[in-house]
T-cell receptor, first 114, second 114 residues
Framework: AQSVTQLDSQVPVFEEAPVELRCNYS??????LFWYVQYPNQGLQLLLK??????LVKGINGFEAEFNKSQTSFHLRKPSVHISDTAEYFC????????????FGKGTRLHILP | EAGVTQFPSHSVIEKGQTVTLRCDPI?????LYWYRRVMGKEIKFLLH????????ESGMPNNRFLAERTGGTYSTLKVQPAELEDSGVYFC????????????FGSGTRLTVV
């Protein structure tokens, strides 16, 4: 069964510094990959997704992620974070050959330090 | 277009009571999903409706949980009787096409069983 590992439960970063949130998934079969974000007191919002094509995916709010099939990774990056990026970020995967379930990681809380 | 709407946003009930959560998907979205996040753990799939039919209910934890989607529009998730371990955030999501391309989530219902 698919699983998603987010190695860091919390990441503190100074404002305007770069950040990378790490994500690895369990299988090398054909998958779709997602990053969702949950801002305080809000629902889950799709940040970006990889379905096919270019391995570098650009999302909203200046975030991007790179799909690396050989390392089964889909790390999320932003070159310069803002206080408004304070949120919990979830990496997720679905198996394109199976059902519609999306498997989530445990989430990474991004704390922006002034 | 209006997003996925869930209510109530919060519910506090005593152990043994019944609670009904409601989800209104985006209009025209045939696929509706329920997910749950128990404190500190991953967001996990509960079930998937296509219109009014249950496509996959493999994630439903036990028979105290009953989901319905009469008429293929809004959905309800009833927990009867509620137990302490049912506390968590219940998310609803919908999609027009197959959900493995990504869903639109609601803001969630935070259920606390005391």
């Amino acid at each position: 069964a698919q699983s998603v590992t987010q190695l860091d439960s919390q990441v503190p970063v100074f404002e305007e510094a770069p950040v990378e949130l790490r994500c690895n998934y369990s299988s090398s079969v054909s998958v779709y990959l997602f990053w969702y974000v949950q801002y305080p007191n809000q629902g889950l919002q799709l940040l970006l997704k990889y379905l096919s094509g270019s391995t570098l995916v650009k999302g909203i709010n200046g975030f991007e992620a790179e799909f690396n099939k050989s390392q089964t990774s889909f790390h999320l990056r932003k070159p310069s974070v803002h206080i408004s990026d304070t949120a919990e970020y979830f990496c997720a995967v679905s198996d394109m050959n199976r059902d519609d379930k999306i498997i989530f990681g445990k989430g990474t809380r991004l704390h922006i330090l002034p | 277009e209006a997003g996925v709407t869930q209510f109530p946003s919060h519910s506090v009930i005593e152990k043994g009571q019944t609670v009904t959560l409601r989800c209104d998907p985006i209009s025209g979205h045939d696929n509706l999903y329920w997910y749950r996040r128990v404190m500190g753990k991953e967001i996990k799939f509960l079930l998937h409706f296509v219109k009014e039919s249950k496509q996959d209910e493999s994630g439903m934890p036990n028979n105290r949980f009953l989901a319905e989607r009469t008429g293929g529009t809004y959905s309800t998730l009833k927990v009867q009787p509620a137990e302490l371990e049912d506390s968590g955030v219940y998310f609803c999501a919908s999609s027009r096409e197959r959900g493995l391309y990504g869903y639109t989530f609601g803001s969630g219902t935070r259920l606390t069983v005391v």
